[in-house]
């Protein structure tokens, strides 16, 4: 009976925490998510995280944002499959910059997930817009734009088939250019459909961390957009309350956040690389929601 105990205790203990997969930023790979998966994994409790090898450097912004979707939805369903007992009772999926955009969207488009918690680190998710995040941006196609006149190449049909940046660019001088051609955010935002919302609300809870200071993070412009803030044509900040995808409920944030599944994790000084490259960061902000 001692001994039946016992291994019950070490089968409790090893199934504390649910598995981790996660996607890493623009410009990297997977080793961006190395901290993670040490911190993650030093709790014990047969805590495993993985982190998906996919449209890593170059290809992370030469690889369009739906296409990136698509992939990464393939991927965590592959995994799944080939680690069914692992993956029984769920997952979480933590992803950073470029990639906590794409895991959203990602949950949006299956309806078979099973994540238990989506933690975005310093994602994009209402796009990005603004002259120091052009200025990080190293791609042929857009070396003659400035930050003012980039829409009139991102909202090509060329820059929405091949660049990621294009599918994040976000001009609200030009809203009327964004909702026509851009072939990604809006479809994921404003105009998501029911079956997206549906898929997005049966997540247990979301959370969508980001530092704040100068609009430019380091990675991402504006900073609000990590928690679904974005600038209006004069520049004014518009928080996630005022935004339309939110009082509208276009893909079920409104639902998450009246029934307290939504957490808006805002810290000040934190940089963009804070996210995965700093121990205190990471364990005072993401460790505590990944149970």
Same mark, same amino acid.
């Given at each position: 009976?001692?001994?039946?105990?016992?291994?019950?205790?070490?089968?409790?203990?090893?199934?504390?925490?649910?598995?981790?997969?996660?996607?890493?930023?623009?410009?990297?790979?997977?080793?961006?998510?190395? #901290?993670?998966?040490?911190?993650?994994?030093?709790?014990?409790?047969?805590?495993?995280?993985?982190?998906?090898?996919?449209?890593?450097?170059?290809?992370?912004?030469?690889?369009?944002? +739906?296409?990136?979707?698509?992939?990464?939805?393939?991927?965590?369903?592959?995994?799944?499959?080939?680690?069914?007992?692992?993956?029984?009772?769920?997952?979480?999926?933590?992803?950073?910059?470029?990639?906590?955009?794409?895991?959203?969207?990602?949950?949006?488009?299956?309806?078979?997930?099973?994540?238990?918690?989506?933690?975005?680190?310093?994602?994009?998710?209402?796009?990005?817009?603004?002259?120091?995040?052009?200025?990080?941006?190293?791609?042929?196609?857009?070396?003659?734009?400035?930050?003012? #006149?980039?829409?009139?190449?991102?909202?090509?049909?060329?820059?929405?088939?091949?660049?990621?940046?294009?599918?994040?660019?976000?001009?609200?001088?030009?809203?009327?250019?964004?909702?026509?051609?851009?072939?990604?955010?809006?479809?994921?935002?404003?105009?998501?459909?029911?079956?997206?919302?549906?898929?997005?609300?049966?997540?247990?809870?979301?959370?969508?961390?980001?530092?704040?200071?100068?609009?430019?993070?380091?990675?991402?412009? +504006?900073?609000?957009?990590?928690?679904?803030?974005?600038?209006?044509?004069?520049?004014?900040?518009?928080?996630? +309350?005022?935004? @339309?995808?939110?009082?509208?409920?276009?893909?079920?944030?409104? #639902?998450?956040?009246?029934? @307290?599944?939504?957490?808006?994790?805002?810290? +000040?000084?934190?940089?963009?690389?804070?996210?995965?490259?700093?121990?205190?960061?990471?364990?005072?902000?993401?460790?505590?929601?990944?149970?």
């Amino acid at each position: 009976m001692f001994r039946f105990a016992c291994l019950a205790a070490v089968a409790t203990a090893a199934a504390a925490y649910k598995p981790v997969i996660m996607m890493h930023g623009v410009g990297s790979d997977r080793h961006e998510m190395d #901290t993670l998966v040490r911190l993650i994994e030093a709790r014990g409790g047969g805590a495993v995280a993985t982190t998906l090898p996919l449209y890593e450097n170059d290809a992370s912004f030469l690889t369009p944002l +739906p296409k990136q979707v698509d992939g990464v939805a393939a991927a965590i369903r592959a995994l799944v499959a080939a680690n069914a007992s692992r993956y029984a009772d769920g997952y979480h999926l933590v992803c950073k910059s470029q990639g906590g955009l794409i895991c959203r969207c990602a949950v949006e488009a299956m309806a078979d997930h099973a994540v238990d918690t989506l933690v975005s680190l310093a994602g994009p998710q209402m796009g990005v817009y603004g002259a120091a995040f052009f200025a990080s941006i190293k791609v042929p196609l857009l070396e003659n734009a400035t930050a003012a #006149t980039v829409w009139r190449v991102a909202y090509t049909r060329l820059a929405q088939a091949t660049i990621s940046d294009a599918n994040m660019w976000h001009d609200p001088s030009h809203l009327d250019s964004y909702y026509e051609h851009d072939k990604f955010l809006p479809g994921f935002t404003d105009r998501a459909t029911p079956a997206m919302k549906a898929n997005f609300v049966r997540l247990a809870k979301a959370v969508f961390c980001v530092g704040s200071g100068s609009p430019y993070d380091g990675g991402i412009e +504006p900073y609000q957009s990590g928690v679904f803030g974005f600038v209006d044509a004069a520049g004014a900040v518009v928080d996630m +309350p005022q935004q @339309g995808v939110y009082a509208n409920d276009t893909f079920g944030l409104k #639902t998450l956040d009246d029934s @307290g599944r939504l957490n808006l994790t805002v810290v +000040p000084g934190v940089r963009h690389g804070d996210w995965t490259g700093n121990d205190d960061v990471i364990t005072r902000y993401v460790l505590p929601h990944l149970s």
